[in-house]
């Protein structure tokens, strides 16, 4: 039977939400990974450093294993240097959102005057903190992420020195600014390396496929394929696991959202194994995140297996992606 072991994987996008919910999906997620880049987007926001320390605190009191690293950030917004120099010690990276445009983000940025942004994004850069950003625009919902190209080419050539990852890139546009700035970075979730736009709403609609930004064309898959595959070395895993309650999916006025948490390793594997690119997973998942965030995570070590793995219809009241169908890769070990 064939198999394929990972050294300390890595989600650098991760949401885990709070109370019963992270309860309940922390554990699924500290299973398997060495460590994740974890979202602020709580309601409110984790916005000082009280609120980073304690959100750690109560993500280690739900995950059963101690061998699992929360990498914290914390909710941009035009924060002075002495806030920074007080908060810098607890966070990985800091996470901005455009106002509105996603779950949770009210409180983001609302004007991108770069001169209003510049003693804040100017002192992360002095103090390399990375800047993490939700790159979508409130246009036309399929052209949102590229038209944000410009901001992206805007804050990239004004702080040449900021670390910038554009999150959960889902455009050829977003893949073709990585070799056009070095300070940009990407992460690719492991559902937009499968989806396009017809697999959301091409038949019947599909809730769980739902999210924000949304799956796009064949081109874009194609795009995002050739960098994730290839391990671009500035490009790591990020499932941007987003769960929801089940109600709130299936329901009118569906949350954006897939919840991938306890399958995208495994998904991971079918999409690699598929494609013969199997040993590049492992820069893939672990070992560009850990040079570009400059992060040495816990150890652990997860073998998989091709064998077919039969998804959960839910988990604790969350619907995963692909819920009840037979994945080719199944968790076989962990160390
Ligand atoms: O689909 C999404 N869900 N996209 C985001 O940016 C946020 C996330 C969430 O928090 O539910
Ligand atoms: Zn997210």
Redesign the pocket.
Known sequence: MKTHTLLMPLDMHL?LRDGIMLENVAPLSAYSLSGALV?P?LVPPVSNVAEVVAYKERIMAAVPNDNFEPYMTLFYKNYDKAFLESVADEITSIKLYPAGI???SEGGVSSFDIEEMRPTLQTMSDMEIPLCV?GETDGFVMDRETEFMSIYELLATNFPKLKIIMEHITTKAAVDMLDKFDNLYATITVHHLILTLDDVVGGMMQPHLF??PIAKRPEDLDALLSVALEAHPKVMFGS?S?P?PQHAKESCGC????FTAPIALQLLCEVFDQFGKLENLQDFVSDNAQRIYGICPEFKEVTLEERPFVVPANYSGVVPMYAGETLAWAIESID
Request: aromatic letters at 0%; one cysteine or more; hydrophobic letters at 30%.
């Open positions: 949401h979202m987007n996603t779950t949770n939700h999210c924000k941007d987003a929801h949350a954006a959202g897939v």
